[in-house]
């Protein structure tokens, strides 16, 4: 067999494309994933992690031409990490961009009396962070950002009023874990938050 034969005949394999991941929060306790579909693939593998050094374990197989999953039984308030590949017999494509997300907080754990629903976007989140709200009365508070290691970043007083947003600039905080605590009279909430 000469060289053309054995390339022609033997170094045929597919390379698939990694999927590009996407990730959204359902509920406190549910994130559904998406995907591309990088073409002949037989399956996909799906991995997770919930700590910041790459401590991925399976999670899903989803077979093949199927472009969602949504993982369930979560912890409300906590970090995912996601990614994915997609499987060609025995071989693999790349792994996909990594996504993470954090899961809502649970329906009625809010200590603050009048506030309905909070979240922050994007989460993880570069130069500003959006406070988003629900309030059935106008609520005065104090916001803190915090590092992991207790350092306060910035402090501001707030008026939540109605149904809104609060976009707060993170330009001189450092990368890493952080966390949003809002103060009350009536009790207050920590919403975790990750700088890139």
């Known amino acids: ?17 990694a999927p590009e991941l ?13 995907w591309t579909d990088p073409g002949d693939e037989t399956g996909f593998e799906i991995e997770r992690s919930v700590s910041f050094n790459d401590n991925y374990a399976p999670v899903a197989a989803p077979g093949p031409d199927t472009l969602e999953w949504t993982d369930e039984g979560l912890t409300p308030n906590t970090g995912y990490f996601y990614r994915i590949r997609a499987l060609l017999g025995s071989e693999s494509s790349p792994w996909s961009n990594e996504v993470f997300l954090f899961t809502p907080l649970q329906t009625g754990t809010h200590t ?3 506030l309905q ?4 976007s994007p989460n993880p989140a570069r130069g500003q ?29 707030l008026l939540l009023d109605g149904r809104g947003t ?9 990368k890493g874990m952080a966390w949003l605590c809002l103060v009350h009279a009536s009790g207050h909430v ?6 890139m």
């Open 166 to 174: 609060q976009t707060i600039a993170l330009s001189h905080l450092p």
């Open 117 to 120: 629903h909070i979240r922050l």
């Open 190 to 195: 920590v919403l975790p938050l990750v700088k």
């Open 1 to 17: 067999q000469n060289v053309a034969d054995h390339i022609a005949n033997g170094c045929t394999q597919v390379v698939l494309p």
């Open 112 to 114: 603050i009396s009048g």
């Open 129 to 157: 962070v959006t406070l988003h709200y629900v309030t059935t009365t106008p609520l005065r508070l104090s916001a803190v950002l915090c590092t992991a290691d207790g350092r306060i970043w910035w402090r501001s007083p």
């Open 22 to 34: 996407q990730a959204e929060a359902l509920s406190p306790t549910s994130i559904r994933l998406t």
